[in-house]
C-alpha cells in the first residue's frame, strides 16, 4: 500500500512539472484570470471617485451614486438598495469589499 501511495505521490509531481513546461501561458493566464483572489479589493466605504471610476463598467455616475450611498455593511447592498444594476454590480462584486 505505501509503494502505491509513493508511486501515485510521483506521478503526480511528475505530471505537473509536466504540463507546467508543456503550457506556462496557460497555467499564467488561469492563475490570473482567478475569481477569488484580485491583488487588492477597493473598499466602497472609503474608496475615491476616480478608484471607483477605474472599476470596469464604472463611470462618473455610478461612481457618485456609490459615494453617496455610504456606508455600505456588504457589497451586495449595492444591487438590493438600487445603487447599481445587476449587470453593473456583477462586474465588479470579485474586486470590491464593504469594510467598516
Avoid: W
Avoid at 55 to 73: E, F, H, Q, T, V
Avoid at 82 to 89: D, E, F, K
Wanted: aromatic share 4%; glycine share 4%.
Amino acid at each position: 500500500m505505501r509503494r502505491m501511495m509513493v508511486t501515485v505521490a510521483i506521478a503526480i509531481v511528475l505530471f505537473s512539472t509536466t504540463v507546467e513546461h508543456l503550457c506556462p501561458a496557460t497555467l499564467a493566464q488561469t492563475v490570473r484570470m482567478a475569481p477569488d483572489a484580485p491583488a487588492t479589493l477597493l473598499d466602497l466605504n472609503t474608496a475615491t471617485r476616480d478608484a471607483l471610476k477605474a472599476l470596469p463598467g464604472m463611470g462618473s455616475a455610478y461612481a457618485d451614486r456609490i459615494i453617496k450611498g455610504r456606508p455600505y455593511k456588504a457589497k451586495n447592498q449595492l444591487t438590493q438598495r438600487g445603487i447599481l444594476p445587476s449587470a453593473a454590480y456583477e462586474k465588479i462584486k470579485n474586486l470590491v469589499v464593504a469594510r467598516q
